[in-house]
């Protein structure tokens, strides 16, 4: 079975622009959660989507969206870079048998 | 953003002796906790899992404890090899598959 994929695997971007990232789950799983990582804090909680609905969400501001398509893939979007968006953001896909959830290989951010 | 700590234990061993990853959580409510392994360049990689009704489950080299009387999750790791070099984090599920992570512990094996 296919793990769970991000696209792409590295983005550079400058500060005010807007990215999109990009995560398939594994097959079945239609619980797709979004993590940020970063030296200074670590894995921090950004949005938790299943079946479309953000069931989910972590302390983070308005300029971090996401969706999910009915195909469980989801997106998410940070508008109006900053510098401090610089991170590694990995999504995760949960078996909805075990609960356990699997991660991606991640997007690395670098803004600029 | 929501996390648990900000600075990462390290922890050394020799090859072949084993090790153990020590992890405190936050919410006696918590009754999922997963331990996960991370190498430079990846994304986390499931190791083991325990649900609270257990007090110890065994995997293949791994060991997880639990200890709900002081919130507290052990993860050892028998005869270390150098691949098990790496950030090892603890992780705390409440509702609805919100999971909170631990700080990590970074592991590293002397040949």
């Known amino acids: 079975k296919a793990g769970v994929t991000q696209t792409p695997r590295y983005l550079i971007k400058t500060r005010g622009q807007q990215v999109t990232l990009s995560c398939s789950p594994i097959s079945g799983h239609r619980s797709v959660s979004w993590y940020q990582q970063t030296p200074g804090q670590g894995l921090q909680f950004l949005f938790e989507?299943?079946?479309?609905?953000?069931?989910n969400k972590g302390n983070f501001p308005g300029r971090f969206s996401g969706r999910q398509f009915s195909n469980s893939r989801s997106e998410m979007n940070v508008s109006t870079l900053e510098l401090g968006d610089s991170a590694l953001y990995l999504c995760?896909?949960?078996?909805?048998?075990?609960?356990?959830?699997?991660f991606g290989p991640g997007t690395r951010l670098t803004v600029l | 953003g929501e996390s648990v700590g900000l600075h990462l234990p390290t922890l050394s061993v020799q090859e072949g002796d084993n090790s153990i990853i020590n992890c405190a959580y936050s919410n006696s409510a918590s009754d999922y906790f997963i331990w996960y392994k991370q190498e430079s360049g990846k994304g986390p990689q499931f190791i083991i899992d325990i649900r609270s009704n257990m007090d110890k489950r065994q995997g293949q080299r791994v060991t997880v404890l639990l200890n709900k009387t002081v919130k507290h999750l052990s993860l050892q790791i028998a005869a270390t090899q150098p691949g098990d070099s790496a950030v090892y984090f603890c992780a705390e599920k409440t509702s609805y598959d919100k999971v909170i992570f631990g700080p990590g512990t970074s592991l590293s094996v002397i040949p």
């Open positions: 989507y299943f079946s479309e609905t953000q069931r």
């Open positions: 995760a896909s949960t078996n909805p048998t075990t609960d356990t959830q699997y």
